[in-house]
Nanobody, 121 residues
Framework: VQLVESGGDMVQPGGSLRLSCAAS????????MGWFRQAPGKEREFVAG????????SYADSVKGRFNISGDNEKNMVYLQMESLKPEDTAVYYC???????????????WGQGTQVTVSS
């Protein structure tokens, strides 16, 4: 199982970024995909999750209304569109494969290497 993130960059507050995650190595149709982030000195936290069918989507309260997760199951790609970025969004963002337990995203131990997002003026 391989997950490769891309798209991290430095942007100004209020800016936008789109992160991408390429999944390979096995069939992911039975799983969900998620994004997590980890800021310096803090624990890794859930950002957003989606089933490949798109019938379940979940967001952390801190990003609701600003971030949008989407997937392309033909290409095995997952995206995180981030709008109205804030300095507190600064973190390394990780792609993850997992499942939904009812409405909660539950990560498996499949992680990408991470991509750095820095929001600063």
């Amino acid at each position: 199982v391989q997950l490769v993130e891309s798209g991290g960059d430095m942007v100004q507050p209020g800016g936008s970024l789109r992160l991408s995650c390429a999944a390979s190595g096995r069939t992911f149709s039975g799983y969900a995909m998620g994004w997590f982030r980890q800021a310096p000195g803090k624990e890794r936290e859930f950002v957003a999750g989606i089933t490949w069918r798109g019938d379940k989507i979940s967001y952390a309260d801190s990003v609701k209304g600003r971030f949008n997760i989407s997937g392309d199951n033909e290409k095995n790609m997952v995206y995180l569109q981030m709008e109205s970025l804030k300095p507190e969004d600064t973190a390394v963002y990780y792609c993850n494969a997992g499942i939904f337990v009812y409405t909660e995203y539950d990560p498996y131990d499949y992680w990408g290497q991470g991509t750095q997002v820095t929001v600063s003026s």
